[in-house]
């Protein structure tokens, strides 16, 4: 301290050389570690008046040092009046910023250099360097009385009411000090200041937000500088403004930042793409201007070709809404007419598609309605840009947290069950099959980019786990209507119709997936268990009167069994109210979705419908029509068969000899099949119905088949073309597909009131 004390003398020094080696002394002494006393500040300030640059130059580093030090310190504003205090580093910044008006390119330089380095200056004092207005509500206000007695005592001369006394020590530099710093740093002669001034807007934005809007006023002006260090540098600083805080172009500020594409430094033009990337647009005319800008970027200099995708992929993913709006004007697609297919080797259909392509992975509905060639060519240029196309499979790697959502969902469903809430339970529900739809959605269309084959989705874990998990929420919701409709007149009569619905969806649960965990195995059973309770109340058409919940009591399984067996002996009222308990206290199993599983399904090929062609044939002559199929996740071909629906409801199966199945990939086949079609003469065409079903052996042979065809149970016949048990039931593993035929003979041609007759 004594020696900081005695080094201070020699700041007032008649020698400039001793003023400015006393001042770089204790600069030093601060940068080697030692406290500086806050005393030294006044000497600094005083320091910034002297007529010699080094001296002004020592100042300027000391306030810098002292600043730094005790920046909290709360100085009291000099002369008589109020007593006002500001904080050191915020008078500190003022002096600093009143040097951008130096006469010495040096010492503007460096003060430029040195704003950057206060982040902790108040807002108001950091928004007034981008405005040239005077913060007058920062000065210090005196009683009328003061300021005359002032005036008298040093003779000044009067100042109209209203004006600024220039000449006062009221107005002191912190009034004006702050003001316009940025807008005098940027407008200066020479780039150094120019390119310190930018250097210092951007340190500063990225501490705080508020001064962006400012900055991107100020900065997008230098873009038409002469010199292209200083363009390329305060392009360069918004960009990484933008990466901070969000960055908004008005559609005046975007043309001034699209006109740096026609300069003919690359350089600046690259940064121009790296900057455009992270600028948020505003509405779709500035998207279309935008685009159109840099496709004439692509015509004049084509060697930025690479920049400029990668510059669109940045703008897809950001905005997706935008992209959404300018679709069809961007791809000229008319729902009303068949678009042609563009060329893809095209700059401008290239970019427009890595625009949209990019937004998909932030809005997934936009891959809907888009023409079937299109998808091809997101595939084929994610191999020829694969910089310029996001990785979708890294998508995959949120299963885990869909997964841990519909889990979470599930608890929902199952607190609100518990409490007899079925209308919220409902409801709950269908938000978790939207939820979990739209998480495959996501996933079919990412995967979709990748892969040739759409249907080869169906082979990943991933897209398994996620239809178990609709199904079973499919399941839950019968099961909570079942219960809502309860003791209600209505449920007796629809108890059958209910439990046929139920017991399709379970098996439909437990046989279109392979790999399905027991856990899971007894989820299905479990609704099955349910289904015949239901059934039995459907059949006998009788309710016992409603009872409220507390006179019902949860039943378990061993009370369901003793119950059940006291019935088929002596079925009274009271046994039968038993078993209504379980019924009313249902509640299914919760769903193990941490084992993967497998969707089986599969999609006919061969024959697409033809409504406008039937397939005409003579009557009683047999005619082979020639399936194609593929079947995907598959563990026994053996289950395998064709469905035919015919017109009339009654079914044929055909069951495929083992050669018609050709192994594609892993548990994935080719079906090739031949099936005979005969058929007495038609008057007119009618539809068939083709599906591939995959069968198997039902729990209550013979009884589960019944209810599932429930009410056309009695009226449906089944007609094997192989020898197969009757017992055996199945479910549909594909989309059906409408096959027009006309079976003809003179006498249906003769007679066009007949309907057509099946053997």
């Not at 121009?272 to 779709?284: G, K, Q, Y």
């Not at 044939?617 to 469905?643: G, P, Q």
């Amino acid at each position: 301290m004594k020696a900081q004390k005695l080094i201070s003398r020699f700041v007032r020094d008649n020698d400039p050389r001793v003023r400015k080696s006393a001042l770089d002394s204790l600069v030093d002494m601060h940068l080697r570690g030692s406290p500086l006393y806050d005393e030294l500040y006044s000497l600094a300030v005083i320091s910034l008046r002297d007529d010699f640059e080094e001296v002004r130059l020592g100042g300027l580093n000391l306030i810098w040092a002292v600043s730094s030090l005790n920046p909290q310190i709360l100085l009291q504003l000099p002369k008589d009046g109020p007593i006002e205090k500001v904080r050191l580093i915020d008078d500190a910044f003022t002096k600093i910023c009143d040097l951008v008006n130096d006469v010495s390119v040096v010492i503007r330089t460096k003060a430029c250099v040195i704003m950057s380095s206060y982040q902790h200056v108040n807002a108001d004092v950091l928004s007034q360097t981008f405005s040239k207005q005077i913060m007058s509500r920062l000065k210090r206000r005196r009683p009328d009385h003061h300021r005359k007695k002032q005036q008298r005592k040093h003779e000044i001369i009067p100042v109209p009411a209203g004006d600024q006394d220039m000449e006062s020590e009221e107005f002191r530099i912190m009034d004006s000090g702050a003001c316009g710093a940025f807008v005098h740093g940027l407008e200066d002669e020479f780039q150094e200041v120019r390119n310190a001034s930018i250097d210092s807007i951007c340190e500063l934005c990225m501490y705080h937000g508020h001064l962006v809007n400012k900055a991107v006023d100020a900065l997008v002006d230098m873009f038409n500088d002469e010199i292209p260090q200083v363009r390329i540098n305060a392009i360069n600083s918004l960009r990484k403004i933008g990466t901070r805080w969000p960055l908004k172009f008005n559609l005046e500020q975007l043309e001034i930042a699209t006109g740096t594409l026609d300069d003919f430094d690359q350089t600046t033009r690259f940064a121009t793409h790296d900057l455009l990337a992270v600028v948020e647009i505003e509405n779709e005319d500035s998207l279309k201007l935008l685009m159109a800008e840099l496709m004439d970027n692509i015509t004049r200099y084509p060697q930025d070709l690479i920049s400029i995708y990668r510059c669109i992929k940045e703008i897809g993913k950001r905005h997706p809404e935008l992209v959404s709006k300018c679709r069809k004007s961007l791809f000229d697609i008319d729902n009303r007419y068949m678009t042609k297919e563009p060329n893809t080797e095209s700059p401008a259909y290239t970019a427009h598609v890595l625009l949209l392509v990019n937004a998909v992975v932030s809005q997934p509905s936009l891959a809907s309605n888009l023409p079937a060639y299109m998808f091809q060519h997101f595939a084929y240029y994610r191999r020829k840009y694969p910089d310029c196309v996001q990785d979708l499979r890294m998508s995959l790697r949120d299963i885990t947290e869909y997964t841990t959502n519909t889990s979470h969902l599930l608890q929902i469903i199952k607190r609100q069950a518990e409490r007899w809430e079925y209308s919220a339970a409902l409801a709950t529900i269908q938000d978790a099959i939207n939820f979990v739809n739209d998480k495959l959605t996501i996933l079919i269309t990412f995967l979709y980019f990748d892969f040739r084959n759409y249907k080869y989705i169906c082979t990943l874990k991933p897209s398994g786990n996620i239809s178990l998990a609709i199904a079973y929420l499919e399941c839950y919701e019968l099961v909570l209507r079942i219960k809502q409709n309860f003791g209600t007149p209505s449920f007796a009569s629809t108890a059958q119709f209910a439990a046929a619905n139920l017991l399709q969806a379970s098996y439909i649960m437990q046989y279109s997936f392979i790999g399905l965990s027991s856990l899971n195995t007894q989820v299905t059973i479990y609704f099955r268990i349910l289904v015949g309770i239901i059934w039995t109340f459907g059949v006998i058409k009788n309710m016992p009167l409603y009872l409220d919940k507390e006179t019902y009591q949860k039943l378990s399984i061993g009370d369901l069994r003793s119950i059940l067996v006291k019935i088929s002996t002596d079925p009274t009222a009271a046994k039968w109210i038993g078993l209504h308990s379980f019924l009313t206290g249902f509640l299914p199993l919760e769903l193990d979705l941490e084992n993967a599983v497998r969707h089986t399904s599969a999609e006919i090929v061969s024959p697409q419908p033809n409504i406008d062609k039937p397939l005409k044939f003579k009557s009683n002559i047999r005619v082979n029509l020639d399936i194609e199929a593929n079947i995907y996740n598959s563990s026994d071909i053996y289950d395998i068969a064709i469905e035919i629906t015919n017109p009339d409801r009654t079914i044929q199966v055909y069951w495929p000899v083992s050669n018609d199945f050709v192994p594609t990939t892993p548990l994935c086949y080719k079906l090739k099949a031949k099936i005979e079609l005969r058929y007495p003469g038609w008057t007119e065409p009618c539809n068939i119905t083709l599906r591939i079903v995959r069968s198997f052996e039902p729990d209550l042979a013979g009884l589960d088949g019944y209810i599932m065809k429930y009410p056309n149970a009695e009226s449906t016949s089944i007609t094997h073309s192989t020898q197969q048990s009757n017992d055996v039931v199945s479910i549909p593993i594909s989309e059906p597909v409408l096959y027009s035929i006309h079976p003809y003979s003179r006498k249906s041609q003769a007679s066009s009131s007949a309907r057509p007759i099946f053997a």
